[in-house]
């Protein structure tokens, strides 16, 4: 399956960011209801991101849909998100 160009632009931008910047710009996103296929792009790199640096997320993500419900954190200790209360 060919990558959308859309894709691809937010996989680079998202591979040059530190944690906490990956962080915030899932927080970002956190109560946002809006759907597009550009957010599509933009989820779907982000969450491939944290994956690709072996950060758990089990807490936002089921292998198949993020939830952005909940703001995260990240826990360096586990290398793992953890849902903020």
């Known amino acids: 399956m060919q990558q959308s160009i859309y894709y691809i632009k937010f996989a680079l931008q998202f591979a040059?960011?530190?944690i906490t910047e990956l962080v915030n710009v899932f927080n970002h996103?956190?109560?946002?209801r809006g759907w597009t296929?550009?957010?599509a792009y933009h989820d779907k790199?982000?969450?491939d991101e944290f994956q690709r640096r072996d950060i758990n997320t089990a807490c936002i993500y089921d292998g198949h849909v993020i939830c952005f419900a909940r703001p995260v954190t990240?826990?360096?200790?586990n290398n793992k998100l953890?849902?903020?209360n």
């Open 74 to 77: 990240y826990d360096l200790t």
């Open 82 to 84: 953890i849902l903020v």
């Open 29 to 32: 996103q956190v109560g946002n």
């Open 16 to 18: 040059d960011m530190q």
């Open 37 to 39: 296929g550009m957010r």
């Open 45 to 47: 790199a982000l969450t």
